[in-house]
């Protein structure tokens, strides 16, 4: 037996081991606590940077008119000025409504988009009758803003073709986000304003094209069926080289596809962004005449479908600008909120030329990972918002 006053040794070893491991979880915890504050502190520092921006100021120019059918469907969409030549594939393709919002970067933008405007709608009839324009610059360039009336250096253009010919030549385009200024693009933002008021909506970007007729086809659905409420209709998106020309219909498409001249959107960037929208399955679909939804997909992070919804559709989060989870944030809202998404089997959207790494700006890496805290951030504040959601 052991001595008075002495303790066996396997008590002793046993607590030096849980010492041993008390300290290290206390100090694994302390770590992930510094990790956490450290992130808060990030995402604090570059908020207050995004907050001493001037505040957004918006301008409407050409507001569509009243709308009495309530299952028109609004293609909205947003652009930098250097952007706006796609407007005319738009044109070509889309024959319903249009919403763009435009977003100029400094004053002298804020001038060339404010004339460009005046000379599309004098001189391209689809523009003046189909499309409602808004412009958003920061709010010290709103003095800058001319008269509409004194379309200057496009006075002498005849004709609709001139006014975009010119804009190629005016335009400076760059890689995507690349504004080179200190001014951050507001994607939701925009998004937001070029989808205010309608009641169905397909929100995409303005380098892309819908597959030709997607318009009417959705109209002939939605005016059979009201089951649409708490739906988004789900348009598979893809991306083609830029030197083939861009697909009318789904056989146009999938004979591109075969060859690997088109590929998913996004598929050199963000694979997991669109996989849910399962391309193998909707590729294989039986050729139909009618546009309908196929399958019911899901929602997992990170999806970010391009889908037509309509009622009342959670808004974009404005928080997010630049690059990086601004759409999947609205994807994971809907989710949360209830809605299911369903793939629609014939149309879709082609985006032209392949989305690669080394398109985009320097500061891509470190936006994506401002707004990958804030994406966190959200999803904390979406189980506030949605308490009784299943889906958190």
Known sequence: PPAPGCRPRTLVALQVSYAIRCAFYQLLLAALMLVAML????????????????QDQYFEFFPPSPRSDPNDVILATHASVDNLLHLSGLLERWEGPLSVSVFAATKEEAQLATVLTYALSSHCPDMRAR???HLVCPSRYEAAVPDPREPGEFALLRSCQEVFDKLARVAQPGVNYAL????????NLLRNLAREGANYALVIDVDMVPSEGLWRSLREML???????GTALVVPA???RRARRMPMNKNELLQLYQVGEVRPFYYGLCTPCQAPTNYSRWV???????LRPAY????????EPFYVAGGKVPTFDERFRQYGFNRI???CELHVAGFDFEVLNEGFLVHKGFKEVLKFHPQKEAENQHNKILYRQFKQELKAKYPDSPRH
């Open 180 to 187: 080179g200024t200190n001014v951050s693009y507001p994607n």
């Open 238 to 240: 893809f991306e083609i």
């Open 296 to 303: 019911v997909v899901p929602w997992q992070d990170p999806w």
């Open 131 to 133: 499309v409602a324009m």
């Open 223 to 229: 005016d059979q069926s009201k089951q649409w409420a």
């Open 329 to 331: 944030s609205q994807a």
């Open 39 to 54: 992130q808060l502190l990030y995402l604090s520092l570059l908020s207050g940077l995004h907050g001493q921006e001037e």
């Open 284 to 290: 294989n679909l039986p050729e139909e005449t009618l």
